[in-house]
């Protein structure tokens, strides 16, 4: 009797196993990857200063306009990365305007590419975090009213 009921448990095992094996269901897919030899960017580390507007607030003690300041992230693995204004950089209303310096690491920005200031040199291949900082140009004679403007920063990766 012995014999019989250890028979009747493996038939019941097996049975169960086929069961479970029509209640299956497989997936399948592909992946590829590319991890490239050359690595380079400059982003803001907080992705949303870029798509919101900053506001250059009034300090009412000093009567002047505080800077705006952020953390870049920069990163070439090949080469230096330069860096400059595509146009004056100014805050305008009207015909008033008050003329505004970028920098990044203390290193002022210039207008146009023949000036441009490394901001990352050739033989630093991490990741950089460099502090970019907007504040009027000297003592600007500021007149009431709402003002605005645009920074448009270049960046020049040397690739080999």
Do not use: C, R
Request: proline share 5%.
């Amino acid at each position: 009797m012995n014999m019989y009921k250890k028979t009747l448990f493996a038939a019941l095992l097996a049975t169960s196993t086929v069961a479970m094996a029509d209640e299956q269901t497989e997936l399948e897919f592909q992946l590829e990857a590319n991890v490239p030899a050359q690595q380079y960017f400059v982003e803001f580390q907080d992705p949303a200063f870029g798509t919101t507007t900053q506001t250059m607030a009034w300090d009412k003690v000093n009567e002047k306009l505080e800077e705006v300041s952020t953390t870049l992230l920069a990163k070439n693995n090949v080469g230096k990365i330069t860096a400059h204004l595509d146009s004056a950089a100014a805050l305008s209303k009207g015909t008033d305007t008050i003329p505004l310096t970028v920098s990044i690491d203390s290193k002022a920005l210039p207008v146009g590419a023949t000036g441009a200031v490394e901001i990352v040199d050739a033989a630093t291949i991490t990741t950089q975090t460099l502090q970019m900082k907007v504040a009027p140009t000297g003592t600007p004679t500021y007149v009431p009213g709402d003002y605005t403007g645009a920074v448009k920063m270049m960046f020049d990766f040397e690739l080999p």
